[in-house]
T-cell receptor, first 115, second 113 residues
């Protein structure tokens, strides 16, 4: 079984500031890692994913994340945030198994970007 | 890009009635669909996994007789909340998997009065 811990439930930042949203996971097998964004009353949109290869993954909207196997982390970063980045962000894992996309989500981090 | 349509986007029903939520993959065939439930300010909890033409696999603690899932075609899965009660009020989200990565619907807000 896998589990995901998002260490911060809320992260307030000012516009154009850098931000890091933290995610740690535990699993007894290799995993795929994902970050999703959810705007109010909407579904989830994939920001980026790590399947294999380079540990630094670049996604949409200027976000990137780095997979650190030794620290079992997959923190999400953006060098300069915008008001429009205000949303809930979810980290998720899926057991390595080819097409297995059965996801386990963290509890989410609410990113609030203030002017 | 691939789109998953979920309908209705919101529904209000009276306690004791049943509600059906549809999840459609619009431009791809979804061999597998997942149903999630999200409580306010909390994460998504997987309820069940459905594969086209076979019975859904429910997660531990999810009542299969209350949350009926049907995946009759490669583009449609339905979740029926039977005899709904106020505690069933929640945000229900489906996701669909074809040959492309997982795509999520926009969710259904269910309010049971």
């Amino acid at each position: 079984a896998q589990s995901v811990t998002q260490l911060d439930s809320q992260v307030p930042v000012f516009e154009e500031a850098p931000v890091e949203l933290r995610c740690n996971y535990s699993s007894s097998v290799s995993v795929y890692l994902f970050w999703y964004v959810q705007y109010p009353n909407q579904g989830l949109q994939l920001l980026l994913k790590y399947l294999s290869g380079s540990t630094l993954v670049k996604g949409i909207n200027g976000f990137e994340a780095e997979f650190n196997k030794s620290q079992t982390s997959f923190h999400l970063r953006k060098p300069s945030v915008h008001i429009s980045d205000t949303a809930e962000y979810f980290c998720a894992v899926s057991a390595d198994g080819g097409s297995n996309y059965k996801l386990t989500f963290g509890k989410g981090t609410l990113l609030t970007v203030n002017p | 890009g691939a789109v998953v349509s979920q309908h209705p986007s919101w529904v209000i029903c009276k306690s004791g009635t049943s509600v059906k939520i549809e999840c459609r993959s619009l431009d791809f065939q979804a061999t597998t669909m997942f149903w999630y439930r999200q409580f306010p300010k909390q994460s998504l909890m997987l309820m069940a996994t459905s594969n086209e033409g076979s019975k859904a696999t429910y997660e531990q603690g999810v009542e299969k007789d209350k949350f009926l899932i049907n995946h009759a075609s490669l583009t449609l899965s339905t979740l029926t909340v039977t005899s709904a009660h106020p505690e069933d009020s929640s945000f229900y989200i489906c996701s669909a998997l074809g040959n492309s990565p997982l795509h999520f619907g926009n969710g259904t807000r269910l309010t049971v009065t």
